[in-house]
């Protein structure tokens, strides 16, 4: 396009140190359609570090300028909270422990977060884990789509926006850097809380005569955890990139890698009374209790009655090893037909959860229908029967072990574009994208140290075996998520390129290949509540004494059914088009209609495995949306500013809730509308200053009451008036309500000042308040039961306050030392220690005295140090 051959033409008269990369995109065949050639870069037009793109979609840039003042380390996710429209909740003040992510009130699984254009969501849950994110200091760019994804994108639940994080393209200079960081959480009872962190940096420069460079970096991550007593964070990364340019017009090669490994406790803590009346008092604390035998440090019983010594919530290990190689490259073929291909092999490493009492004797159950007796080895209701003696005491009783579940995944993604110009104002793409996991989901136990803690985090390596040599699971499963999807789309330029527009349509072919090694006895319930695994040995013998059998009058089974196989398959035509008016030069209207998709996660599918595959019931219906944005954009040298007007109808929405365990349960809350306003205004008035401000408002409306299992009159949620019986039907009043954990409004700005060698920058955001069921329940008093006089405290669910947060960061150059690229930074996050509920366990209609509820308490009061060398 004519956009295109300007860029090359003027690029040959900047020096390349000025020049930034973005990828306004997510691959980089979007990126080059979309008028952004990823590897020549284009003159940045950020203001304050913030981009606004002049896309028929909603996007926001966040630029290096912007991450770098951040706390080094820090997770991405966290560094976007300044997007409008964006939530996250950190659980740390590092960003090692993980946190909650929304964009316009969608969760984590319904959005793509990308890594040079290559999806990082679970395949399974399609969750992102925050903690476990690229090193900031390797990141260009950050964009953040806003309710819409690409055309090219290999997503199975993008509708509620993408995030795509870019990192840099190796410099032709050699050169390095350095970065030391210590912190502290400095807050009323914390203690001593200490932060270490280490980062290094190489870029090579042009090392051979073809001009290939590269950058290879390092970092590593110890800190304490925020708030019990107990629990550590570790974490160390590896990244590199080398870069082969082809010819002179943009034309590359790439090759990346990247290597992380956490091993952190879990945070949180039970939903306590704190949580709700936002007392600061209690939020610093010791774990368990001494005198059941736990707390820290302890001794784990040595003999058949266990004690509570491992088994609290935050001695609990989440440890990953992911990692990834990605491929990238751009080809000239004409002067008119360009080729991309992007590419990626992923693996992880990773699981979560706790303890368990485990039986050391044989499992006995007789099925009262036919009178049989099965005994023998495996996990049942969820809890472990092995057979033997663990603990040498010559007695069959329980132990304590280890138990989490584990997943490793193998994923291959591939995405090819091929973009034609059919003129200097119009361009026809056509993609093809493929992604295929394989997924295994496994359970086994390991063995508990004498002082609690597990021999080996990673159960998987050295499991515990029955009787007969078998290694026993709470759940076992193979899947394989596979996508095959193409798409077309055009650009054209209108009206003396006054008018641009964009009419796409992709075809997204999603597989699901299911394989479950258990029994399944249940539809509902964590991953391993609703099976019962018997060794491969047993299978038979099991199935004899409880037969599955399915009544097709009541729609109700019974029995167990066996571990079976199913493939499951989802496609739709979604079409994605927009248009962007140029009133001025500065100023523009743009609109855009995305359809959407999200395909069920495993979990949901295979809790359909109780009923008979070609039964209505073992149905899991996608979730289908339509989206609509519009707003006007303003740029200019100094402003970049956005007001941008949005709407939602889903059919089918699809929310999943997690276990303090981490188990996923999807709920299909039906037709549910949203809509809202995002705005934004970057202005910088002279070099020194630059202001920046944005805001969102959200309303989300379920439309109908959601069918449960019962009202029973006692009940909270009853007492309540949130449930009903209509029909011999029981309902939650869920019509008008609004979604858990969606704030409503959204608030926030920063200011910069550049005094000489000294920059200081003022940050802050206000979250509103959320609610933590869909019945959107409140603690409260109503009348005693049976017309006794008096009121009792009930809580059929909680609404969790509304926060500001405000972070502070000062940077001294050393240039007037003679160090050009170093500087020592200060930053203190929460700089008023504002006490908040961060991330919590939100459900359909969960109790706030619910046992599984628990919270992440707001990160605290931190101060951190850095030191950064470069040369």
Request: proline share 4%.
């Amino acid at each position: 396009m004519k956009f295109r051959h300007t860029l090359a033409a003027s690029c040959a008269l900047i020096p390349v140190a000025l020049l930034s990369t973005p990828a306004f995109a997510q691959s980089t065949g979007s990126s080059d359609f979309d008028g952004e050639i990823v590897v020549t870069g284009s003159i940045s037009r950020d203001v304050a570090g913030i981009q606004i793109p002049d896309s028929p979609k909603a996007k926001v840039v966040v630029d290096s300028e912007l991450i770098q003042r951040q706390r080094p380390g820090q997770s991405i996710n966290e560094i976007i909270n300044l997007v409008p429209g964006v939530s996250f909740t950190n659980n740390d003040p590092w960003g090692s422990s993980g946190g909650n992510f929304t964009i316009r009130g969608f969760d984590s699984s319904r959005i793509s977060q990308t890594f040079d254009g290559i999806p990082l969501n679970d395949s399974g849950n399609y969750a992102i884990y925050t903690n476990q994110q690229v090193d900031p200091e390797l990141v260009q760019t950050i964009n953040v789509n806003l309710g819409s994804t690409d055309v090219d994108s290999p997503t199975a639940a993008a509708v509620g926006g993408t995030v795509n994080i870019n990192t840099l393209t190796p410099s032709e200079e050699l050169g390095a850097m350095m970065s030391a960081s210590y912190g502290n959480i400095i807050a009323d009872g914390a203690g001593d809380r200490p932060y270490y962190r280490v980062f290094g940096l190489v870029q090579t420069g042009e090392f051979t005569p073809w001009g290939t460079r590269a950058w290879f970096s390092a970092s590593t991550t110890n800190n304490v955890a925020a708030f019990a007593n107990y629990g550590k964070i570790r974490k160390q990364q590896y990244n590199g990139k080398i870069y082969q340019p082809i010819g002179d017009n943009g034309d590359f090669i790439s090759i990346a890698g990247h290597y992380n490994e956490n091993r952190n406790n879990f945070g949180g803590s039970p939903l306590r009374a704190n949580a709700i009346t936002g007392e600061k008092d209690g939020r610093f604390y010791d774990i368990g209790n001494p005198a059941t035998g736990g707390g820290f440090p302890c001794s784990l019983s040595e003999t058949s009655t266990v004690n509570t010594c491992g088994t609290e919530f935050e001695r609990r290990y989440n440890p990953s090893n992911t990692g990834n190689v990605r491929w990238q490259s751009r080809f000239t073929l004409t002067d008119r037909l360009t080729l991309s291909f992007d590419g990626a092999w992923q693996t992880v490493k990773a699981n979560g959860g706790g303890t368990t009492d485990a039986f050391e004797s044989a499992f006995t159950r007789t099925n009262t229908a036919n009178g049989l007796t099965f005994t023998g080895t495996g996990n049942y209701g969820g809890k472990f029967y092995f057979g033997r003696d663990l603990n040498g005491d010559g007695v069959l009783g329980k132990v304590t072990l280890l138990s989490p579940s584990q997943t490793n995944t193998n994923r291959w993604v591939a995405i090819a574009n091929l973009v034609y110009d059919i003129n200097d104002t119009n361009r026809v793409r056509l993609s093809y994208s493929y992604d295929r996991a394989r997924h295994r989901q496994t359970g086994a136990a390991g063995f508990l140290s004498a002082n609690g803690e597990p021999t080996d985090v990673f159960s998987i390596n050295d499991p515990v075996l029955d009787v007969n040599g078998n290694v026993l699971q709470k759940r076992d499963r193979l899947s394989f998520a596979t996508l095959h999807q193409v798409a077309g789309e055009y650009r054209g330029e209108f009206l003396e390129e006054k008018l641009i527009v964009q009419l796409g349509l992709r075809a997204p072919f999603f597989k699901r290949d299911l394989n479950n090694y258990c029994f399944t006895s249940s539809t509902g319930g964590s991953s391993g509540a609703f099976v019962e695994c018997a060794p491969a040995d047993q299978i038979a013998d099991y199935q004899e004494v409880f037969p599955y059998a399915y009544n097709a009058t009541t729609g109700k089974p019974s029995g167990a059914a066996l571990p079976q196989s199913r493939t499951l398959k989802y496609d739709k035509l979604l079409p994605n088009v927009g248009a962007v008016y140029k009133i001025t030069p500065d100023l523009s209207f743009a609109a855009s209609y995305t359809k959407n998709l999200s395909v069920p996660s495993t979990d949901a599918l295979y809790s359909a495995f109780f009923f008979p595959a070609n039964d209505p019931s073992s149905e899991r219906t996608a979730e289908t949306s339509n989206s609509f944005d519009a707003g006007f954009r303003f740029q200019t040298s100094k402003v970049q500013a956005a007001l941008t007007g949005w709407y939602s109808k889903y059919s089918n929405r699809l929310v999943t809730s997690y276990d303090i365990d981490g188990n996923g349960t999807d709920t299909n809350l039906g037709p549910v509308e949203k809509y809202g306003v995002d705005a934004s205004i970057a202005y910088q008035p002279i070099e020194q200053i630059s202001l920046y401000v944005f805001g969102s408002y959200l309303k989300s409306k379920i439309e109908r009451d959601a069918i449960t299992s019962g009202c029973a009159a006692s009940s909270d949620i009853a007492r309540a008036n949130l449930c009903y019986i209509q029909d011999g039907v029981a309902y939650l009043r869920t019509s008008g309500k609004r979604e858990r954990n969606a704030p409503e409004f959204l608030l926030g700005g920063r200011a910069q000042g550049n005094f000489g060698d000294f920059t200081l920058g003022v940050q802050a955001k206000y979250t509103g308040s959320r609610f933590m069921n869909d019945i959107n329940g409140v603690v409260q008093e109503v009348p005693k039961l049976g017309g006794a006089t008096g009121t009792d405290l009930i809580a059929p669910g909680a609404k969790f306050k509304g926060y500001t947060v405000v972070d502070l960061d000062i940077r001294y150059s050393l240039a007037s030392a003679g160090l050009e690229h170093s500087y020592v930074q200060l930053n203190v996050s929460n700089l008023f220690d504002k006490f908040y509920i961060g991330s919590f366990s939100g459900s359909l209609d969960g109790l706030a005295s619910s046992s599984g509820a628990f919270v992440n308490f707001g990160s605290p009061r931190a101060i951190s140090a850095s030191f950064v060398l470069g040369f």
